[in-house]
């Protein structure tokens, strides 16, 4: 069976992001009153990833390396996004980020209605919003991430890259360059390439589809065309939430909002639990 | 006075009458100031453009197919069952359908809606109080759920988190799968409601009837009553018939408003497009609105819909053009 290789500290996890932070992204998600700009939920769902990533590997001597991250933003400059000590570094164990947050933030976290109370949520990663959208070179920069991975654990869990964009590419056609990461495999299966398209208008967002025959815009389509076939593991467990998937759906949302964002993360994560020795 | 003269001569769209109408409301007379205006003008106003009021109500019929072949998984075998799926489409639709009408005092009866399954029997199909009515007000439905069922999902905390959200849904509708398809049996049903409805409220912004299948009418050919439906009209226009078709298996794609049978798979897709009416200019726009490709020659039909578009075309479809 495919993805399904056990989460070592010889075989870690490794987990890409792509985060367009081009002006639009200055722009908020939908409408209401819990609305802030895509670049700021983004920049919060990562880091409170980071912080979940860095409990589930905490043992009692330490934190364990059983995921490597990077963090790739493509504004302007495209660049690595971590700051301070892990400045500049596209490749970083989860042991390294627990070290290293930039500070920790208190943020309100909504328990229930009217409910909230204080979290310490640490930051890594700032909101930023400025620059075109230079997707491509992204791109091109996690192609040669995940080609060095797979040489280097070519038995382990595949690499996943997660781009998350709000609007097309301006430096070119995403497909190729595209086409050849998913191409990218391990013993346990093909790299798995999701893209999330993240909303402002609150119009209807399509979920994972099986063809790209709804998408309304051609840049939805490239970027349709260059997600993965979910593995099954994932399709099972959409579905036992309550979402209808066709066979051969990929990993693409359109016009996501902050909530299935966040739940595309999780997902992609949450999976590797049972996995990890 | 003056900006009626000016007016005349070209055709005067809605606001421009309420603009007036307010103007004048110290009279009293807002109907009648109507019909001076229309008099004055000496041209019918276009089709498809009454108000929708709780003096001048409209209403939708949802013809649903309830056959044993609904049992069905939706789109092969991966999928939940049509019935199923449809139940949970329709409850949403009606629950979105009473909020639109929700003001601050509460529901307004800008709408009446009949649910008329069709399977083994022909007849209304809304559960609970409501049980057995041919044609409920859009308050009464407000107010009369069957039950409410809890779902919990997961919503974003405000910290990049998920926190799990307990929503009461409300059920109105349940899903049933047995029987033939008595489609001309329920089209019947239907003009029957509809020419009352139409003796009740002559000048209501048209009706819209929706009809959906996920197959062929073992009761013979539709086609006759279907159009004894479409002939049916108020002052504002024809009742428009839609049908949606539910997909039995995902390899073809769902059809959305096409506009000519050539690319119809089938003799079937093709009769439903001949029983779908033409959409009115006002639902073209609303279509566009959602990025679908639409032409004058668009017909209310979908055919091999899957639940996105079921949802999509029913949510097109209810949005007024004019709620007052």
Not at chain 1, 213 to 221: H, I, M, R, S, T
Not at chain 2, 127 to 132: A, I, K, P, T, Y
Not at chain 2, 236 to 243: A, M, S, W
Request: proline share 6%; hydrophobic share 40%.
């Amino acid at each position: 069976m495919a993805y399904a290789a056990e989460i070592s500290r010889t075989n870690p996890c490794y987990l890409v992001f792509l985060i367009d932070q081009s002006r639009s992204m200055g722009e908020r998600f939908g409408y209401g009153e819990y609305s802030q700009s895509k670049a700021r939920g983004v920049a919060d769902a990562l880091n409170r990833l980071l912080q979940n990533l860095v409990l589930k590997c905490t043992k009692s001597e330490g934190v364990r390396d059983y995921f490597y991250v990077s963090v790739i933003g493509y504004g302007y400059p495209v660049e690595v996004l971590f700051r301070g000590v892990l400045a500049g570094q596209d490749l970083v164990p989860i042991s390294a980020i627990a070290d290293h947050p930039l500070r920790i933030e208190r943020r309100m976290r909504r328990y229930g209605p009217g409910e909230s109370a204080e979290i310490a949520l640490p930051v890594w990663v700032e909101p930023k919003a400025y620059g075109w959208t230079h997707m491509c070179e992204a791109l091109r920069w996690a192609e040669r991430l995940v080609t060095r991975w797979v040489v280097d654990h070519p038995h382990g869990y595949p690499p996943i890259v997660f781009n998350l964009t709000d609007g097309g590419a301006t430096d070119g056609d995403p497909r190729p360059i595209g086409e050849v990461i998913m191409g990218k495999f391990t013993a346990d299966g093909c790299v798995l390439s999701f893209n999330l398209h993240l909303s402002t208008r609150s119009s209807r967002m399509i979920q994972f589809p099986a063809s790209d025959v709804g998408l309304p815009e051609q840049y939805a389509k490239h970027l349709f065309a260059i997600s993965s076939t979910l593995p099954n593991q994932f399709v099972n467990e959409l579905r036992q939430e309550g979402l209808t998937l066709e066979p051969g759906a990929r990993g693409f949302v359109y016009n996501a909002d902050l909530t299935a964002l966040i739940h595309v993360f999780d997902l992609g994560t949450r999976t590797r639990q049972s996995q990890l020795r | 006075m003056r900006s009626a003269i000016q007016a005349a001569g070209r055709p005067r769209n809605q606001g421009e009458i309420v603009a007036e109408r307010n103007r004048f409301l110290w009279l009293g007379t807002t109907p009648w100031f109507h019909r001076w205006s229309e008099t004055l003008e000496g041209e019918k106003s276009m089709p498809y453009s009454a108000e929708v009021s709780r003096t001048n109500p409209s209403c939708f019929l949802f013809l649903i197919d309830q056959s044993g072949s609904m049992e069905d998984a939706w789109g092969g075998e991966q999928g939940g069952k049509k019935a199923d799926g449809l139940a949970t489409i329709m409850n949403r639709m009606l629950q979105n359908l009473v909020l639109k009408c929700t003001k601050s005092e509460g529901v307004r009866d800008y709408y009446y809606v009949s649910v008329l399954g069709y399977g083994a029997h022909v007849g209304p199909a809304l559960s609970g109080g409501l049980n057995g009515k041919e044609l409920a007000s859009i308050s009464e439905i407000g107010n009369m759920p069957a039950r409410l069922e809890e779902r919990t999902r997961r919503v974003e905390d405000g910290a990049g988190g998920l926190v799990n959200q307990t929503i009461r849904m409300p059920i109105w509708f349940d899903p049933v799968a047995y029987g033939g398809t008595p489609m001309c049996q329920a089209m019947r049903a239907a003009k029957e409601i509809l020419e009352r409805w139409l003796a009740q409220h002559p000048n209501c912004f048209p009706p819209l009837v929706f009809n959906i299948t996920d197959g062929e009418s073992t009761d013979g050919d539709p086609s006759g009553v279907a159009e004894e439906i479409t002939k049916l009209a108020s002052s504002d226009g024809n009742v428009l018939l839609f049908n949606i078709h539910l997909s039995s298996h995902r390899v073809e794609y769902p059809i959305v408003f096409p506009d000519s049978e050539a690319g119809l798979p089938d003799q079937y897709a093709q009769l439903l497009f001949r029983l779908s009416s033409s959409l009115p200019s006002y639902l073209q726009s609303f279509a566009r609105l959602e990025s679908l490709p639409v032409t004058d020659g668009s017909r209310g039909f979908v055919f091999n819909a899957d639940m996105v578009s079921v949802i999509n075309f029913l949510d097109i479809g209810t949005r007024p053009s004019n709620l007052r």
